[in-house]
């Protein structure tokens, strides 16, 4: 089913992580660290329920858990939101909007993936019509396992996302930004003729300014 | 026994009431008869009854034609003259208007073979 | 040939400013039978005759395109004519006659357009005529309450003639100014006029209205008080009127939001703006007849910026409804500038001198304390924001909708000076607006035996309940936007231009050009769920009307019954009543 | 014996012209003499106003008044002999130029034409009651015959339509005067206007309603004018023109004058013909808004004016009269105006139906802007001359305080605005199916033109001529002027 | 440079007065709600990410200004309303400014911003301006005349004035005139875009309104200005009705007494609809409103 090429899966993602990890010691300005302390503080969470994680984001959001005391709130539209949770399986047509949306959102933007559908297809691993693993498809900054997970589990995920956005780290938009024709390429084997419009992704290749 | 009417009174009120008969004779003729002629014929009745009125009118019982005769030096007792001269001017002109009519008749009902006043409708519009 | 026309027609237009440039002595014509022409220039006339030296020649400017039209010139010459007399008349037969011959030249060029129907032209052509014979029969009542025709105050108060005057005068005039029950001709006209002329109608002709009006104020002493004494702190005649004028600009400004026509739109804006002046005039304090010429000013700038500008989209697109145009910034940028200048001024925003107008009509009724009529004006001017956004929102922004719309280009130059002279006088008048006061308004309130309003500087609009300053506030508009944009670079980070008008947010889909985007003719409808707007807009005069004509008609026809074809009828018909009238005779003992 | 100049040419001239038509038909100036008679007419009574003005003429036939005939030249009846032989010349001037049909450019019309004139000159002249209704059947039979003259169905029909209710509107009038002569036994008019007084009140009323049936009849006064549309449809168009133009100005001064003349305070008459003024005046508006012919319209728009001039003229005061013959004038002007306008358009078109004349005015742009023009000048709009004489009649009103006049009076003038600009409407739609090739025949428009500039003239410069008005008004009104001047002579 | 340093301060001041008065409104919020809240600052926080966002789409040059003119706007606004009394500092240019021209500035920077809406050709955008529109047309006109009444009270239209003439407690026109300030208190809480008339950027609805294109730093800016503009109104109301300010603590503790009182009548109440919200100001505050003008100008005892 999966065109095999050097790496599958999960492994893919691994490696991925571990460069990254390289770079972890590369020394970041005062003002990076600055700006990424000032960032740290304050994520706008896409309000998209793509799947039966969505369920967990309502008492994640209300007065029991309030994420709001980290400075954890939704946003209605992708141009005010920092963050994308993908929150559980994953359809091939909600996929097309999901990366229409995370393409729409204003960099730094980061990716959440929520559950074991959206790391490695879960229950969901033969389904013929959701994908497998997201992060062929999207840079994902933050796993967050279960099935599902728990708000509790929610929130130390953001913590994590918010203490590596602290330390001023390089997240995924610019490993999206740098392997667009990989992550391109996976996406219109998935989607085929449903692929979004050229100008939605152009401005990538040309440097990221359209 | 009809000594009675020749006082001008009576005289005048049978006069008044023929010519008003003839009037409304007339009249009638134009208001009831849809043929052409009949409407003109009747126009010269109710002319004709004004022509009488007026003469009859102008003139008392008695009174003499009022034409210079020979050796006639009286006027008195002559009737006014000049009813008589206008009613003669006013059959002149009423003659060349009825001429006109019925010349305008003959042709329209040559134009149109109708001489049906009510079925004159040509000029009908909006 | 057909230059040297067209020069000589430019020169024609700037006949008004030449009249106001060397007017000298007054001149009189004798018309016959004691009745003597005056014609004079005064303060009064003078800013109305100003308002057309500017406006004829913009006007006349666009009309020079293309091969000349050899009628609609000469009968623009003929209007302008019949306008320049109605202004420099001193008596009222000369102010009539300039009033007629603007009316029917007005009336011919509106039919060379090709868009004019049959209810448009004769409403136009019944309401004006009807305006002017109740102006002439004003005049006539003023006649035999003076015993001359000279326009002068009238000093005998008692009696009903003064009221049928005021009545008959005020009806007259405010038909011309288009207000409620009798505004029926204004869209139709503005809508259907060659949209060149459009702007002429509604910037330059309703004015005369305005003229008239404040002409009427000064027949009677002490203005409106003199009619039916005074209410609160203002004229109760004037009460009356500002409440006709306030009604006005309320309903026309939800019905010019619910328009789907730019012109018609326009049109009903020009009766709501109009409203203002009459309620001003209304007022008639000092403060309020200056907000009321202020604002005749700078709607008159407005207006003929915007129909101008209006009639540039048409001629390069061929579309008028706000549904076939959009996001016209990008090919016609001048006049977006000019639309947005417009509006700017037109809702009466600072720092254009739109403000200053609003704000010296607003002043007076706090000062006449007429606060119910603030209110309801209020009502009208914040209305008029969604009108004045759906204008620039529609043509201009949102997406594309017609092939035309996609492929058009900037209007031609002679639509585009005037476009810019406009912009610039409405700027500058914007930041200057105690030029405006002391040079043009002054002398007129003057003249008017009311107390100057006066403007310590330029810059300054001062008034006794305290005033702004154009200059500081510009200034510092100018450089906190300055600022703000300056301090916008400084921060990191590159900006992105959207690959494609279609790449919005919209719910993850990826909108395609047969998705609804435009929001151009919809807007405001929503408003109708609004109960007061809801009624207002269900109801309309055109019923009226039309009733009024169906009955006409029906008369006539009833009546033409009379006219039979058949000869013994109407022989029937003279016989009878004939001996009917004998009969009232004979009844009534022989006396006729 | 010096050629002198006298009212009996006005009269005698062309009568001695119309007779001799044979001579002009051999000598090849049938239309030169048609032309030329009324233009020396003219001449001659505009000559004569500074003469008039100070005394009437009086032209003695036979015997002097009141036995004898004669003719009574003052300032109001020579304004209307001027009028009639104005309008004469301009007709003429358009049969001449304009090239028409030849039913109007031979013997017969020629000797009408001249003979309608002769008529309505007879009619305002005369002095003498019997000589009125000669006169009277004189223009009425001319008129008859015009109206016939195209031979064909609706002109037929619309002669003898006129023919009968002429007919019977002139035994009105005859009775009338039958009635008078056998009261008093007095002809001449001002010899009546002495004697009428004495006259039983009954007697009085019964010949004032029969005067008033069969001149308004003739004067188209409502109700009594139904006849006219049909009569103006039916008939050529410029033949029309001099019945609106000539005619019913005849009919209409001698109602007036024999009112003011017989009634020695008119007061009692004034609501009468002001309430028949105003009915014909506000009927005939608004029948004419459904027109669809324009010789209809133009028809019910002459009646719609007439009731203007009766009711100014029966309100009675110097200003009303002046204005009311000033508007005479006008109305002359314009409808001849109009119906030549209409005549071309007939021409060109075979048809005057509004249907058929959409867009006329791209095709034939100079008739239809005096079409324009002259639509402006009937509904009084300033700078044309009907606006003055209005202006005039309506300051007459507001002077003596009477507004309910001015109330109708501009009511009328807005429904007429209604049908006249409906009318102009249709005449400049873009209809791309209009016949679009532009064609103006150049010299008929001179008549046309020239009325053109006649009635701006008039309506910037009225005071030129504004003496005449007043002038006329007074010797209209001056009923002891007149019985002065006729019975003191006598005496 | 006296004028540069006051307004330098004045920005600041109603920067940081924003920022905080919004963070306490969020943790008002969240305690109502039974929760513990954000910071104080988390204003300042969402406000920096945003202006220190890399990336910023635009949708054409009337979209990038649309901000640009809102901000103007806002500064212009905090500029021309005077923050304290009787004192040099914290004037700004207001005495070139009165009370009307302040009103009209306070929305010349939504009207700008609403072309860039308009701009991005987003339909949902312009749903979000007419909504404001409309709900500017309902609330303008009883704001206005509650403030009328004001002026008409002092008869003139200078701030500075009427603030001047109110000198000690029982001067305040919220006393003297209490029936105006219950006229514009609703309306002021809709100008300030708070609940309950807060469904002009319904963000299910109408996919957050005006700002449903915007993104980035111009976002950030958006939200500066509007703190800006929040804390200009709340001095603007402060000065009007409750006697202006000495100095910047009675300042602030006023301002935010006033804030308290709106926050809490905004956190109990329900979203409106926008024709609701428009039918409700027409009919209860502008009833108040000409009941109020028949007791101060029509009825004998009236003035």
């Not at chain 2, 004709?48 to 210079?68: C, H, K, M, N, R």
């Not at chain 3, 929001?519 to 009307?545: D, K, N, Q, S, V």
């Not at chain 4, 004016?305 to 109305?331: C, D, K, P, R, Y």
């Not at chain 5, 406000?47 to 200004?65: C, D, Q, R, S, V």
Request: neutral net charge; contains cysteine.
């Amino acid at each position: 089913m999966y065109h095999k090429s050097e790496c599958e899966g999960f492994q893919c993602e691994q490696r991925m992580l571990e460069e990254s990890l390289g770079q972890e010691n590369a020394q970041t300005g005062l003002v990076d660290r600055l700006v990424g302390w000032l960032r740290q503080r304050s994520l706008f969470v896409l309000a998209y329920g793509t799947g039966c994680g969505a369920i967990e984001m309502r008492p994640l959001m209300t007065s029991r858990f309030d994420a709001e005391r980290f400075g954890i709130i939704g946003a209605p539209t992708p141009r005010q939101a920092d963050v994308l949770v993908i929150s559980g399986y994953l359809a091939l047509k909600t996929l097309k909007r999901v990366i229409r949306s995370y393409e729409q959102m204003q960099e730094p933007k980061y990716v959440i993936a929520l559950g074991s559908c959206a790391i490695n297809g879960g229950m969901y691993w033969d389904s013929y019509n959701t994908i497998k693993q997201l992060d062929h498809y999207l840079p994902v900054d933050m796993y967050i396992n279960g099935c599902m997970p728990r708000p509790e589990a929610l929130i130390e995920g953001f913590a994590a996302l918010q203490k590596k956005i602290g330390r001023g780290e390089p997240s995924g938009f610019k490993r999206y930004r740098e392997n667009i024709d990989w992550y391109k390429a996976n996406q219109r084997r998935v989607l085929g003729e449903n692929m979004p419009p050229d100008y939605t992704y152009d401005w990538y290749h040309a440097g990221g300014v359209a | 026994m009809l000594e009675f009417l020749d006082s001008p009174r009576v005289l005048h009120g049978i006069y008044i009431l023929g010519s008003l008969t003839l009037f409304f004779i007339g009249l009638y003729g134009l208001l009831a008869k849809r043929h052409l002629l009949k409407a003109l014929i009747g126009i010269a009745v109710m002319e004709l009854s004004v022509y009488l009125l007026f003469i009859a009118l102008a003139t008392s019982p008695g009174e003499t034609a009022p034409i210079l005769a020979d050796g006639l030096i009286d006027f008195t007792g002559m009737a006014d003259p000049i009813p008589q001269a206008l009613t003669l001017t006013a059959i002149v002109i009423g003659m060349a208007v009825l001429a006109l009519g019925v010349s305008l008749a003959i042709q329209y009902h040559r134009l149109t073979g109708n001489s049906d006043m009510r079925a004159m409708t040509e000029l009908k519009d909006s | 040939m057909s230059l040297m026309i067209k020069i000589l027609f430019l020169a024609v237009s700037l006949s008004p400013a030449l009249t106001l440039s060397t007017w000298g002595e007054s001149l009189a014509w004798p018309l016959f039978g004691g009745i003597e022409l005056l014609f004079d220039l005064n303060p009064i006339s003078a800013f109305f005759l100003l308002l057309l030296a500017l406006g004829a020649p913009l006007v006349a400017l666009p009309m020079l395109r293309g091969a000349p039209d050899r009628p609609a010139y000469a009968l623009y010459a003929l209007l302008l004519l019949g306008m320049q007399l109605l202004l420099l008349a001193g008596d009222f037969i000369g102010f009539f006659v300039g009033w007629e011959i603007m009316t029917w030249s007005s009336y011919l060029l509106l039919l060379r357009s090709s868009r004019t129907d049959l209810e448009g032209a004769q409403s136009y052509i019944l309401f004006n005529l009807a305006s002017a014979f109740l102006l002439l029969a004003g005049i006539l009542v003023f006649h035999s309450l003076t015993g001359d025709f000279r326009i002068q105050a009238i000093d005998q108060l008692g009696g009903p003639e003064p009221l049928a005057l005021a009545v008959l005068f005020g009806l007259a005039f405010l038909i011309k100014v288009g207000t409620l029950p009798l505004h029926l001709w204004v869209p139709r006209a503005y809508d259907q006029a060659p949209d060149i002329f459009s702007a002429f109608l509604s910037a330059l002709m309703s004015k005369m209205g305005v003229y008239g009006l404040i002409l009427l104020a000064t027949l009677f002493p002490e203005a409106l008080s003199g009619l039916l004494g005074r209410l609160l702190n203002g004229p109760a005649a004037g009460y009356i009127l500002a409440w006709i004028g306030v009604i006005t600009s309320i309903v026309a400004t939800f019905k010019a939001i619910s328009q789907e026509d730019m012109k018609r739109l326009l049109a009903y804006s020009s009766i709501a703006q109009v409203g203002y002046i009459t309620t001003a005039i209304g007022v008639g304090s000092s403060l309020a007849i200056g907000g009321a010429l202020f604002q005749a000013l700078v709607h008159t700038l407005v207006k003929l910026l915007l129909f101008i500008t209006v009639a540039g989209i048409i001629l390069q697109t061929g579309r008028r409804r706000f549904n076939d145009l959009g996001h016209l910034i990008d090919r016609m940028p001048i006049s977006f500038l000019a639309v947005l200048i417009g509006i700017i001024g037109l809702a009466g925003m600072p720092p254009l001198p739109g403000f200053a107008a609003k704000y010296l009509i607003f002043v007076s009724l706090i000062d006449a304390r007429w606060l119910l009529l603030l209110a309801a004006m209020l009502l009208s001017s914040t209305a008029a924001f969604i009108y004045c956004y759906k204008l620039i929102y529609a043509p201009f922004l949102g997406h594309a909708n017609s092939p035309e719309a996609k492929t058009a280009t900037e209007a031609p130059w002679p639509y585009l000076v005037p476009q810019v002279i406009l912009m610039g006088l409405l700027v500058a008048l914007g930041i200057f607006p105690g030029f405006g006061i002391q040079f043009l308004i002054d002398p007129v309130l003057t003249a008017l035996g009311l107390a100057p309003i006066g403007a310590p500087s330029w810059g300054e609009l001062a008034t006794p309940y305290g005033g702004y300053d154009g200059v500081v506030l510009m200034t510092v508009f100018g450089t906190a936007f300055a600022l703000v944009t300056g301090g916008f670079f400084l921060l990191r980070g590159r900006m992105r231009r959207a690959g494609s008008p279609y790449d919005l947010s919209y719910a993850g889909e990826v909108p395609t050009a047969d998705t609804p985007l435009h929001y151009g003719a919809g807007m405001g409808r929503e408003l109708r769920r609004i109960p007061l707007i809801g009624w207002i807009l269900l109801h309309t005069t055109t019923g009226f009307l039309t009733g009024l004509t169906r009955q006409s008609l029906a008369a006539a026809g009833l009546l033409g019954g009379f006219y039979g074809r058949n000869p013994q009828t109407w022989i029937l018909l003279a016989v009878l009543l004939f001996a009917l009238a004998l009969t009232l005779v004979t009844l009534t003992g022989g006396a006729l | 014996m010096a050629f002198q100049l006298t009212p009996v040419w006005f009269i005698a001239l062309p009568l001695l012209v119309a007779f001799a038509a044979p001579l002009w038909v051999r000598l090849g100036l049938l239309m030169s003499m048609l032309f030329a008679t009324p233009l020396v007419l003219f001449g001659l009574a505009v000559s004569l106003f500074p003469a008039v003005g100070d005394a009437p003429l009086l032209e003695t036939i036979v015997i002097a008044p009141p036995l004898g005939i004669h003719l009574h030249l003052d300032s109001a009846s020579l304004l209307m002999v001027a009028l009639f032989n104005l309008a004469g010349v301009l007709f003429a001037s358009f049969l001449w130029l304009g090239d028409t049909e030849p039913h109007l450019r031979g013997r017969g019309p020629f000797v009408l034409i001249l003979l309608l004139i002769t008529g309505c000159t007879g009619l305002v002249l005369t002095g003498d009651l019997f000589n009125l209704y000669v006169f009277l059947e004189i223009a009425g039979v001319s008129a008859y015959a015009l109206s016939a003259l195209r031979r064909d169905k609706t002109a037929l029909e619309a002669g003898l339509k006129y023919l009968i209710i002429g007919s019977v509107a002139a035994i009105f009038i005859l009775l009338a005067i039958v009635l008078l002569y056998l009261e008093t036994g007095q002809l001449n008019l001002a010899a009546l206007a002495r004697d009428f007084g004495d006259i039983p009140a009954a007697m009085q009323g019964l010949i004032g309603l029969l005067l008033l049936v069969g001149l308004g009849v003739k004067a188209e006064l409502f109700p009594f004018n139904v006849w006219v549309p049909d009569i103006y449809r039916g008939s050529d168009p410029a033949v029309t023109s001099l019945f609106s133009g000539i005619l019913v100005k005849a009919f209409l001064f001698v109602l007036f004058h024999l009112v003011f003349l017989l009634l020695a305070d008119p007061a009692v008459a004034r609501a009468w013909l002001m309430a028949l003024g105003a009915l014909t005046m506000l009927v005939a508006e608004l029948v004419a808004l459904r027109q669809q012919d324009m010789r209809r319209m133009l028809a019910y728009s002459s009646l719609g004016q007439v009731g203007l001039i009766t009711l100014a003229l029966g309100f009675a005061s110097e200003a009303t009269t002046a204005g009311a013959l000033f508007h005479m004038v006008n109305h002359t002007l314009v409808k001849m105006l109009l119906f030549f306008v209409a005549a071309l358009m007939l021409r060109r078109f075979l048809s005057l139906r509004l249907a058929d004349l959409r867009g006329v005015g791209h095709a034939m742009p100079v008739a239809t802007a005096l079409f324009v023009l002259g639509s402006l000048a009937v509904l009084g709009l300033p700078p044309l001359s009907g606006f003055v004489s209005k202006l005039c009649i309506l300051k007459g009103f507001a002077e003596a305080q009477a507004f309910w006049p001015i109330a109708l009076i501009l009511l009328a003038a807005l429904i007429e605005a209604g049908y006249y600009f409906r009318w102009i409407k249709v005449f400049y739609d873009s209809d791309p199916a209009a016949p679009q090739c532009r064609s103006d025949d150049g010299p008929a428009y001179l008549p046309l033109v020239l009325i053109a500039g006649l009635l701006l003239l008039l309506g910037v410069a009225p005071f030129l001529i504004e003496d005449w008005f007043v002038q006329a008004a007074r010797a209209l009104l001056g009923r002891g002027t007149i019985l002065e001047s006729v019975l003191g002579v006598q005496s | 440079m006296h004028a540069i340093v006051d307004s330098l301060a004045m920005i600041g001041i109603s920067y940081v007065m924003g920022f905080l008065f919004y963070g306490f409104y969020r943790q008002f919020n969240a305690r109502v709600q039974r929760r513990w809240g954000p910071s104080l600052w988390q204003n300042f926080f969402d406000n920096m990410k945003f202006l220190l966002k890399t990336e910023t789409l635009t949708h054409g040059p009337m979209f990038f200004l649309g901000p640009m003119i809102i901000a103007a706007g806002a500064i212009t606004t905090v500029l021309f309303v005077p923050f304290l009394k009787d004192s040099d500092w914290l004037q700004g240019f207001s005495e070139h400014g009165n009370l009307i021209l302040i009103i009209y500035l306070l929305v010349v920077g939504p009207l700008g911003n609403a072309l860039a809406v308009g701009s991005s050709g987003n339909p949902f955008g312009v749903m979000g301006v007419t909504r404001g529109l409309t709900r500017l047309m309902g609330l303008e006109v009883p704001f206005f005349l509650g403030l009328a009444l004001v002026m008409l009270q002092h008869e003139t239209t200078s701030v500075h004035a009427i603030m001047a003439a109110q000198d000690g407690l029982a001067q305040w026109n919220l006393f003297t005139n209490p029936i105006a300030f219950i006229v514009i208190l609703l309306p002021f809480i809709a100008s300030q875009n708070a609940s309950p008339f807060d469904v002009v950027g319904a963000p299910v609805e109408v996919y957050a309104g005006p700002r449903v294109e915007f993104g980035g730093r111009l976002l950030g800016l958006l939200m500066t200005q509007n703190m800006m503009m929040t804390v200009a109104k709340l001095v603007l109301v402060v000065d009007l009705f409750m006697g202006g300010a000495g100095n910047v603590p009675i300042l602030i503790l006023k301002a935010f007494s006033l804030f308290l009182l709106t926050a809490s009548i905004s956190l109990v109440f329900p979203r409106l609809k926008t024709e609701q919200t428009v039918d409700f100001f027409w009919k209860v505050p502008l009833g108040l409103g000409v009941l109020g003008v028949i007791a101060t100008v029509w009825l004998p005892w009236g003035a």
